[in-house]
């Protein structure tokens, strides 16, 4: 059943990353149910486009849950009010007519504003430069069946890759640590024979490049796993605790 | 060494290895402070064994150093963790994964910090002329410390319901056989030792008050 509804949308516009930001209202009116949110933004955009006012500014790509483009903190909670989805998988039956909606961008020293709702989240690029991947030399393709993989290991490396690095968890974490997403890159290596070679080197490495982006620390709040749109669980965060005490203990 | 005790995990680490020890200190105080209700004799006896034993004193050295590590890592690390968001948000909103405990753990560990200085000026410093057992129990007889004493076990149990079972995720004790149990042995212990010394002044108040 669709229907349409009247909402206030409490929004951040922010001119540029070094000018002060702050709130504005504006009303969403005649929003399809079926709409979804991003939508519902591109429908408030196209009036303030005629009206010759500056678009709200919002990152997004596939608008499909995959490429974890799309951010935004809605009504408090990152990616709005369902859980294992992404804030362009959000439709506007979840909200009430009438409600305000308070839409800002995700908050971290290491995600900095840009623009509006658009944070620069080229810090979680750093951390896997530092260490997100496995050295192999080019060719052609080796026979698939030459390592061999246990059933479960593979399922669980591949739960682990499912992270599409939106950051959600570092916006959700009362700490703005980037905990779950270091863990599900280095789970993901860890758990496969591809990626013992470089096994400590990855986990020293991208812990460093972790903290000296300015991420917080993990206090084991669980928020992140709550919010992820992949259901990446904690236990990756014991298993880079794990890797991570085991790598400094064989450091040499 | 040094580049692991300043790591962000590695920090953690220390806090959670400064909290399970100081657990295992919390079992044995608890033990000792049982015999209380055994009676005058058996609590003052054992006091003096305690204060008799040379090893004492390096057991408080120890357990000093662990407080000392906890209270300053664990400050260190909340530091950091607010300047990892110097711009906070208008409105947030759980989605179900932390717990009162877990949002709270500055807080009731700041209220343990003042607890544990009023606590070791007032039976460690404090007129044992007439034997550890009268001193205790005439603590107890002031209601509004053994309020502050029941406010400050409450803060405890909070602190521990989360950070008993944080603490094996931090040092990576983790398998989906046993960390159910882990949580629920969490909650049980946690409840176990706030309601264990709770339970002494409480008894010291309305069983042995003169009021
Ligand atoms: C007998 C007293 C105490 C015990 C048994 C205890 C135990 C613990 C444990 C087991 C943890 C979990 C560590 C982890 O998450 O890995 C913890 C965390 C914490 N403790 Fe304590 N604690 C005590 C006293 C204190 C005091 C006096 C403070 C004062 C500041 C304090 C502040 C904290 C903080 C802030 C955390 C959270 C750190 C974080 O996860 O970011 N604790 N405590
Ligand atoms: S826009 Fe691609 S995940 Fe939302």
Known sequence: MSATIHLTLKVWRQKNASSEGRWVLYEAKNISTDMSFLEMLDAVNERLVLKGEDPIAFDHDCREGICGMCSLVINGQAHGPQKAATTCQIYMRDFKDGATVTVEPFRARAFPVLKDLVVDRSAFDRVMAAGGYISVNTGSAVEANTILIPKDKAEAA??????????????????????????AKISHFALLPQGLPERERRVLAMRKAMDAEGFG??????????VCPKEIKLNHIARLNREFLRASILKK | MIEFARSSIGKKVLVALAGLFLCLFLVTHLAGNLFLLVGENAFNHYAEALEKNPLLIVAEFGL?????????????????????????????KSKGGSSWGSRTMIFSGLLLLVFLVVHIKTFKFGDAGEGLFRLVVTAFQNKFYVAFYVLAMSALGLHLSHGFQSAFQTLGVEHPGYTPWIKKAGCFFSALIAGGFALLPLWAYFNLGGH
Do not use: W
């Not at chain 1, 591949?158 to 703005?176: E, K, Q, R, S, W």
């Not at chain 1, 620390?217 to 709550?226: F, G, Q, R, T, V």
């Not at chain 2, 906890?70 to 711009?87: F, G, M, T």
């Open chain 1, 158 to 183: 591949m739960d682990a890759a499912a992270c599409i690095g939106c950051g959600a968890c570092v916006a959700a974490c009362p700490n703005a640590s980037a905990m779950l997403f270091v863990s």
């Open chain 1, 217 to 226: 620390n993990c206090s084991n709040e669980a928020e992140c796993e709550a």
């Open chain 2, 64 to 92: 000093a150093a662990l407080f000392l590590i906890h209270i300053l890592v664990s400050l260190q690390v909340k530091y950091e963790d607010r300047r990892a968001r110097p711009i906070g948000y208008l409105q947030q």
